[in-house]
């Protein structure tokens, strides 16, 4: 039992790239852990327009046993304009099952402006609840909004010479004027397209989605093809949206995991292992977003959704199976994607910086006979800067460093220091000026899931925090920057019993440590060494919990004891 911190390190073409890796092993009682697909989901609207299409993400469970959810949406202004559907579920087999939540936008009471909500998932788990953030943006009237779709691609697995059941496409005009579209489409293949549509055309009014309904036909596919095509939607505002279709013929001899019974055995489901199976490798496509070059804003959460199979018709990640899914991107940023059924893979990207980004979604999977095939696919992000009136708070990457280490990627301990590091965290600088220490300064509170956080520090790009001591650990919380009325992107941390570090004189976590001789003042160091049996003070944060125990944020009793086993011989404030 306890957290582990290790480091992958790949090395090629002259530089080489560190991966920091953490294991948490829990005690072998039987816990619920939460998972959520998303940290953070985006919406805009035009003032007095039409409803933006809902969006959705995954609650999982990534512990043991049975857990039942409870969901809750909160809006900080604006009113109640944000809705999910359902509130409630339960999840029976972790790792396999996933419960889908809906989160819609009501924006027609709202005028323009960015409007920050909250949705927070609770449950009987280790390290309930987990939060999301939600950025509804209202354009002013008339703004030209464009169409909606999603998804943005399909793929349809089958046998040959069957039709598969259709699967439907959604399209949303959040304008406040009614919007026309006709459409055409490329085939997927020779002498048979593979699939058809309904409607061909059709008005969109701005409160009433069209649904689109897309049939496969396999009636005249041979064993084997993997064919592409794609319907264009030509609107009357000289918009163009794409819906891309991926065909999978399962050749001779085999059986694609979508027409299968999964067989249980515990809680791993196993498929049948397919003969003849091409093995040039997976096959991604884009369900959101909905563009070969799509927008985004600094700070604000981007839903990233794709679908991969393989060469067989088996839907990547079902039943169990050994597979990855992650999207890289040339700014350095990174990705890890959760499955939420049926092949499907959703996360949340915070860009943190404007320009051109290139995006690459890499899918890797393990074959029965243990080999690994991998696929990928690319799309092309611009990134733009909001709003000056827009100051959403936004961590930089690896912004949640240890206080003393100043290290960023490693867990965080119940009662030890933390920095943050960011953009338009706080309005201006500030230190507390005595115990017990605020929980809001400047106008900014952090949240580690839904509890305050203790304050020592804060300026506009840092904030210095103490952990709550109650905090479970070798479980991962969510850690979120309030400003006002906005709210960041959560970021995911993991909470060990303990991580020890000594501050530094340089405050840089390098270089002599903040280690004091008996007198309290005099470092001990080369020119000044500590003499055999003389008491020193070291000054060091991150011991884990404390007997008796302390309030965070509060002057402790006397000198408390780590309950991991360090002595907490005195602690200094960071300023």
Not at 304 to 322: F, I, K, M
Not at 482 to 501: F, I, K, M, T
């Amino acid at each position: 039992m306890g957290t582990y911190s290790g480091t992958v390190t790949i090395t090629g073409a002259g530089s080489s790239i560190s991966i920091p890796v953490i294991l948490s092993v829990s005690a072998g009682v039987p816990t619920a852990a939460i998972l959520l697909s998303q940290s953070g989901l985006s919406f805009s609207a035009v003032a007095q327009g039409g409803v933006p299409l809902p969006q959705n993400f995954g609650i999982l469970n990534t512990g043991q046993g049975s857990m039942s959810w409870t969901a809750a949406a909160a809006t900080l202004t604006g009113g109640n304009w944000l809705q999910i559907s359902p509130a409630s579920g339960t999840i029976a087999r972790p790792y396999l099952d996933v419960s889908l939540v809906n989160a819609s936008i009501d924006p027609s009471t709202l005028g323009p402006g960015t409007y920050y909500g909250r949705i927070q998932v609770s449950a009987v788990a280790a390290n309930t609840p987990q939060v999301m953030t939600v950025i509804l943006t209202v354009l002013p009237i008339g703004t030209a909004l464009g169409p909606q779709v999603f998804p943005a691609g399909l793929i349809f697995t089958g046998m040959a010479g069957t039709m598969p059941g259709p699967q439907d496409v959604l399209v949303g005009n959040p304008s406040g004027q009614a919007n026309s579209f006709a459409s055409g489409s490329v085939g997927a293949g020779p002498g048979s397209k593979g699939f058809s549509y309904l409607p061909t055309s059709a008005t969109i009014q701005p409160n009433e989605p069209t649904t689109i309904h897309v049939y496969p036909d396999l009636t005249k596919l041979s064993p084997g093809s993997i064919l592409s095509g794609v319907i264009t939607l030509l609107f009357n505002d000289g918009s163009i949206q794409t819906i891309q279709v991926l065909i999978v013929v399962a050749p001779s001899g085999t059986t694609p995991n979508s027409l299968i019974r999964q067989f249980e055995r515990g809680t791993k489901a196993t498929q049948p292992e397919a003969s003849g199976c091409p093995t040039q490798g997976l096959f991604i496509v884009f369900r959101s977003p909905s563009q070969a070059k799509f927008s985004a804003l600094v700070g604000q959460g981007s839903a990233l959704e794709v679908q991969v199979s393989d060469g067989c018709g088996n839907l990547v990640g079902t039943g169990g199976q050994g597979a990855s899914v992650a999207a890289s991107f040339s700014n350095r940023d990174r990705v890890d994607m959760t499955h939420v059924g049926n092949g499907i893979w959703q996360g949340t990207w915070r860009p943190l910086s404007p320009g051109a980004v290139t995006m690459v979604v890499v899918a890797l999977s393990v074959q029965a006979n243990g080999s690994v095939v991998a696929g990928q696919n690319s799309l092309t992000a611009v990134v733009s800067t909001p709003a000056a009136s827009v100051a959403t708070p936004t961590l930089t990457a690896q912004g949640v460093v240890h206080a003393a280490s100043d290290l960023g990627g490693v867990p965080i301990a119940p009662g030890g220091l933390i920095t943050i590091y960011g953009q338009n965290l706080s309005d201006s600088a500030g230190s507390s000026g005595g115990l017990p220490l605020p929980q809001q300064s400047n106008g900014t509170q952090v949240l580690l899931g839904n509890q305050p956080l203790p304050i020592l520090y804060t300026n506009q790009g840092q904030f210095n925090v103490q952990v709550p001591y109650g905090v479970p650990s070798n479980t991962q919380y969510q850690l979120t920057v309030q400003r006002g009325n906005s709210l960041s992107v959560p970021q995911s941390l993991v909470v060990a019993q303990a991580e020890p570090g000594i501050f530094t004189v340089s405050q840089t976590g390098s270089g002599q440590g903040s280690i004091v001789k008996s007198d309290g003042v005099t470092l001990a160091q080369p020119g000044t060494p500590a003499s055999i049996g003389e008491t020193i003070v070291i000054y060091c944060t991150g011991l884990g919990a404390v007997t008796p125990k302390v309030a965070e944020g509060g002057p402790p009793p006397g000198a408390p004891l780590s309950t991991t086993g360090f002595s907490l011989a005195a602690l200094r404030r960071l300023d």
